[in-house]
């Protein structure tokens, strides 16, 4: 079946560091590939998505390169903030027909100033 | 609405107890999706509507699980005879039948 490998985390950094989360998928059709990212206390808000391969998302200073290759989807980001200390999640979607979507477990990154 | 919207946000129930929970989807989206999401299981699928039809229940754990959806539009989930392993965030989603699924902001259930 499908299915989305994350990093574990929590992952802990301070301000201004630069930041990867490594994400890996098993599909068995084509897929779409999301970040979504659930800040304390709030519901999952989409970060960031790529439809194809090579593509690159980007948002709010992230960027993730859908690798065909090696199946990944990493999250990365130049510099965090205080305010990026939230629960990341990578997930897919196929592309044909019905799917739903398909969650890695989620990383816990926490940014102290 | 201007987003997707879950009552009650939380719940608190004692086991055996039956719950149900209610979800708004954004106006004119014909697709709605309930997910649980759990300490050490991540985000798992429930039940996917298209209309007010379910035509994948797969991920239902048990037969105490139901939903449905009336109108095209709220959606409720119910748990009968809650047992302590249901504790969980309820998440649901809507979608306009694209890739994009916009959540609710969840019920978290605890089952004492």
């Known amino acids: 079946g499908d299915s989305v490998t994350q990093m574990e985390g929590p992952v802990t950094l301070s301000e201004e560091a630069f930041l990867t989360i490594n994400c890996t998928y098993t599909a068995t059709g084509y897929p779409s590939l999301f970040w979504y990212v659930q800040y304390p206390g709030e519901g999952l808000q989409l970060l960031l998505k790529?439809?194809?391969?090579?593509d690159k998302g980007s948002n709010k200073g992230f960027e993730a390169t859908y690798r065909k290759e090696t199946t990944s989807f990493h999250l990365e980001k130049g510099s965090v903030q205080v305010s990026d200390s939230a629960v990341y999640f990578c997930a897919l979607i196929l592309n044909s027909g019905y799917s739903t979507l398909t969650f890695g477990k989620g990383t816990m990154l926490l940014v102290s100033p | 609405g201007a987003g997707v919207s879950q009552s009650p946000s939380n719940k608190v129930t004692e086991k055996g107890k039956d719950v149900e929970l209610r979800c708004d989807p954004i106006s004119g989206h014909t697709a709605l999706y309930w997910y649980r999401q759990s300490l050490g299981q991540g985000l798992e699928f429930l039940i996917y509507?298209?209309?007010?039809?379910?035509?994948?229940k797969s991920g239902l754990p048990s037969d105490r699980f139901s939903a449905e959806r009336t109108g095209g539009s709220v959606s409720t989930l119910t748990i009968q005879r809650t047992q302590q392993e249901d504790s969980a965030v309820y998440l649901c989603?809507?979608?306009?039948?694209?890739?994009?699924?916009?959540f609710g902001p969840g019920t978290r259930l605890t089952v004492l």
């Open positions: 790529a439809t194809k391969a090579d």
């Open positions: 989603a809507s979608s306009a039948g694209g890739d994009i699924q916009f």
């Open positions: 509507f298209q209309g007010n039809s379910a035509p994948d």
